[in-house]
């Protein structure tokens, strides 16, 4: 199994930075997230003057065996028909990619079909969709770990070889539930406060797909081993995005956290490597049930809540901007002494 040497974010410009963020012309902390988001970014890249190179969005897509068991409304090949969306420009991904000129790839990890040859697809296929975890693990570990390996090496490869900010995103049908038995394995959280409802399903629907997983999470017991977790309820994408966070954070990048689905990939991240949280950012809250409690057990604050839970890294991509305010004040915004402006005094 490949080891992710992933390093604790730089402290000796921590000061520095801190005070640089103090001394602009404003009060104290009056800018709110954006001067700790520009503090974070300063720590991940060890300098006083951030800059965001190359922003580019990933988009992991597999299919799911667990479909099999009818915990979607939405058939299996949407899951194609929707890459071959992204593909053609037509999702709301490549909406809001195109509107914060960020470079987009999909990633073919493990849909069902093959897929035309496009400029903007990566094949990385290691299998034609998961088993059904109902009945049997989703994945051997031999091919989990090979998922692993697959992220890490599209990592170090990007096209864009100056990227050092990357978002996380996915497409497969089925993988709310693949998400969430993940999320109820590593947190030890009620399944209830796990499962949601996914691309729609009604509450009877909903009902139904607890008792699927409640079910599988009898059928394997408690697996401790954290690689063992992510190959019995994992997708192909799911893992693949692991393993590809893992090695970006090795890289020094900037790691934009999308919703329910890549949260849980960057928990199964965080079991492998804990210090990989220093590079993330929680973009958004997603509205699928679990993701706010998700977001809880990582002590992670996200930067948006707007009832969003599309998946596709649409939050990630949505966020972008507040990430490019937070480095353009620290690196353009007058201090207190450069422009002139007399500074608080320390009396009443």
Do not use: W
């Amino acid at each position: 199994m490949q080891s992710f040497s992933v390093s604790s974010v730089s402290s000796a410009v921590n000061n520095d930075l801190q005070q640089k963020i103090d001394t602009k012309t404003k009060p104290p902390g009056s800018l709110g997230r954006l001067e700790t988001l520009a503090l974070q970014v300063g720590r991940i890249q060890n300098t006083l003057t951030p800059e965001l190179r190359n922003p580019t969005i990933l988009v992991f897509a597999g299919d799911h065996g667990i479909t099999e068991e009818g915990v979607s409304p939405y058939p299996q090949e949407v899951t194609t028909q929707m890459v071959l969306n992204f593909l053609n420009g037509g999702a709301a991904i490549n909406v809001f990619c195109n509107q914060h000129n960020l470079h987009l790839y999909v990633v073919d990890a493990g849909v069902k079909v093959d897929l035309p040859e496009h400029p903007e697809l990566i094949v990385a296929k290691i299998g034609r969709g998961t088993k059904n975890f109902a009945q049997q693990p989703a994945m051997s570990a031999e091919e989990c770990e090979q998922a692993l390996n697959k992220g890490a090496e599209l990592s170090r490869t990007l096209p864009d070889t100056k990227c050092n900010v990357v978002g996380f995103g996915e497409m497969g049908i089925g993988n709310t539930s693949s998400a969430a038995a993940l999320m109820q394995c590593y947190t030890g959280l009620p399944l209830e406060d796990c499962v949601g409802k996914g691309t729609g399903l009604d509450d009877s629907g909903l009902a139904r797909k607890r008792e699927i997983l409640q079910k599988a999470l009898n059928l394997h017991g408690g697996i401790q081993d954290q690689h063992a977790v992510l190959a019995t309820y994992g997708g192909f994408e799911i893992a693949m995005m692991v393993g590809a966070m893992l090695e970006s954070a090795v890289l020094g990048r900037i790691l934009l956290i999308d919703g329910f689905i890549a949260s849980s990939a960057f928990l199964a991240a965080s079991r492998i490597v804990p210090e990989i949280k220093e590079y993330a950012v929680f973009t958004h809250q997603s509205d699928e049930q679990g993701h706010s409690e998700m977001l809880n057990y990582l002590q992670a604050e996200p930067l948006i809540s707007l009832g969003m839970r599309l998946g596709e890294g649409t939050g990630a991509a949505v966020a972008f901007p507040l990430l490019q305010s937070a480095v353009a004040f620290l690196n353009e915004m007058a201090s207190f002494e450069s422009a002139g402006v007399s500074d608080r005094t320390d009396g009443e």
